[in-house]
Every structure is written in structure tokens, then in C-alpha cells.
């Protein structure tokens, strides 16, 4: 139930051995901060191959591919993995345990902390990604929230097929954001939010719960209009 290839493209990213065939799309989410940490120590050589700023702060396992660009007052704590041609902007925060693709957009005043994004990934503007993953040529629009953390602070279910509910046994899971998924503005996903590949969600929705593929949510708001006196 709830397998890899179902939602995401493997080969689409360098690090598809965090994936189990055999094992649900989020049980890569636990071992991000392991494989990171084997993938650094591997490096041989300079971490720092991209273009970086001289005002942007870069942690000490830190890796840079060739080709991507750091802009000014970008922070990336790490341990981190940035891909090539990735792009973060202005203003990015990067936490710790986050691997990056290639050709992604990291935006400004967005925070990313243990997920990881697939190629073509964009997450340009305001958003907050934890604990979560996203697929090929996915993209957040602006304001966009991955909630990571049920309220009453226990693990995250997710619903099955039969109408219950699988306990992930994670604490902190934000969502599965399937290759080529849209979300729209000042949307958020709710913890152990899983979205099918090529689905859009409109603006302004609360999204809690499995989407299949090529799946709209339409979520429209009423305005009344009065007369100013």
C-alpha cells in the first residue's frame, strides 16, 4: 500500500535508494538524516562547487553542486545537498537533513527542514516544507504550508483504501507531493497529506487526506459586496 512508484518518478532524482519498493512513500522521510550523513562523509573533495554569495551562510556539511547559485542572505545550516542548477534565492532558510535536486527553485522567506525534492521542484515563495516530499516538477505556490505536527502532537495517520486509518508511526510527517502536482496559494496540506501525481489543488484549500492522480480540488470562497456609507 502506498508505494514509491505510485507517486513519484525515481528516476528523477540521485537518491532513489532512499526508497523501498516494498516499504509506504513515507518511510523514506525517517532515513533522510542517515543517508545524508553516509552522502557527505563519501564526499571526496570540495563541498562547495556551486556559485555562492558572499552574504549567504553556509553550514559546514554543506554540499553544492556545480551549477546551482546561492544568492545573499540565504541560509543554509545543512547538513544539506543541493543540486545541480538549483537555484536558492534570497532569503531561503535550510535546516537540517534536506536534499535538493536538480534545476529547483528554493525561494525567498521559505523554510525547508528533513524532505527532499525531487528535480524541477519549485518552492519559490513564503512557504514551509518539513518532515515531507516532493516530486518532480512539483510546485508550491505562494504561502503554501506543509504541516508537519498533528496538534494533539501524536503520530501521523494516514486514511487507507477501506476507510480507516494507518498510523505511520511518525511524529513529524508533512506531505507526498506527487510529479508534476500543483498547489495553489495560501494552501495547506495537513500531516500525512498524500497528492497522485498531476493533481491541482485551488487557492486557499485546506487539504487533509489521499488524492489520486490527475485529481482537481476545487475549493471556491463567497464575498458579499455592500455599499460603503
Not at 536534499?99 to 515563495?125: A, D, M, Q, W, Y
Request: glycine share 12%; aromatic share 8%; hydrophobic share 40%.
Amino acid at each position: 500500500m502506498f508505494p514509491p512508484a505510485d507517486y513519484l518518478d525515481l528516476s528523477e532524482t540521485d537518491h532513489a535508494a532512499l526508497f523501498r519498493a516494498e516499504e509506504p512513500v513515507w518511510s523514506a522521510i525517517a532515513g533522510i538524516k542517515d543517508y545524508l550523513g553516509r552522502l557527505l562523509d563519501e564526499m571526496d573533495g570540495a563541498l562547495i562547487q556551486g556559485d555562492v554569495h558572499e552574504r549567504a551562510v553556509i553550514g559546514e556539511r554543506v554540499y553544492i553542486a556545480p551549477g546551482a547559485i546561492v544568492e545573499a542572505n540565504a541560509v543554509i545550516n545543512g547538513p544539506a545537498w543541493i543540486g545541480a542548477g538549483t537555484s536558492v534565492r534570497s532569503g531561503a532558510y535550510i535546516r537540517e537533513n534536506v536534499i535538493v535536486g536538480g534545476e529547483c527553485t528554493l525561494g525567498n522567506s521559505s523554510e525547508f527542514k528533513n524532505c527532499l525534492l525531487f528535480n524541477r521542484c519549485e518552492v519559490p515563495h513564503f512557504n514551509y516544507v518539513g518532515d515531507s516530499i516532493l516530486g518532480y516538477k512539483a510546485h508550491l505556490g505562494a504561502g503554501v504550508i506543509c504541516s508537519n505536527v498533528r496538534l494533539d502532537r501524536e503520530t501521523v495517520r494516514v486514511k487507507n483504501d477501506a476507510g480507516g486509518f494507518l498510523d505511520t508511526g511518525l511524529r513529524k510527517f508533512g506531505a507526498i507531493v506527487g510529479d508534476k502536482t500543483e498547489i495553489g496559494c495560501n494552501s495547506v496540506l495537513s500531516p500525512g497529506s498524500i497528492l497522485g501525481r498531476e493533481c491541482i489543488v485551488y487557492p486557499l484549500t485546506s487539504w487533509s487526506g489521499v488524492l489520486g492522480d490527475r485529481q482537481i480540488v476545487k475549493t471556491k470562497t463567497s464575498s458579499g459586496i455592500v455599499a460603503r456609507h
